[in-house]
């Protein structure tokens, strides 16, 4: 991942996928793009929550109540470590949550969105 623009382009049409494919139940208080280790290096996924409390990151250990279909396979070949894939995504994340599309959509307004790894600590993205 050596090249964050074709990281971010990746990163960009994978979110543009779910835009454009998902309808999240009504009542989501807050959305994370979780990150977790796979085989092949990292899995980043997007989790929904009802329920959200801005002080306590427990909220967001409890089961989704969304979960998107696809899920994007960050490949692990660099060998870097964890925090400078975290350190890529949440740049990535949050330049693609200022864009257009994404602020007209479900990830829009005032909507917090978080990221971070599983077991981890969370990060507000926007």
Known sequence: MGDTTAFQAEVQ????????????????????????EVEEGYVLYL????IYNEEHDEWAAN???????????ISGDDGRE??????????VLGRALRKML???SFLGGTIPVYTGFESGDLYRIK
């Open 13 to 36: 049409a994978w979110l543009h996928g779910i835009l454009t494919s998902e309808k999240p139940l009504d009542g989501i208080s807050a959305y994370r793009f979780g990150l977790g």
């Open 47 to 50: 989790a929904g929550s009802k």
């Open 63 to 73: 089961l989704p109540e969304f979960l998107a279909a696809k899920e994007l396979i």
């Open 82 to 91: 964890w925090y400078w894939i975290l350190l890529d995504v949440i740049y």
């Open 102 to 104: 994404v602020q007209s």
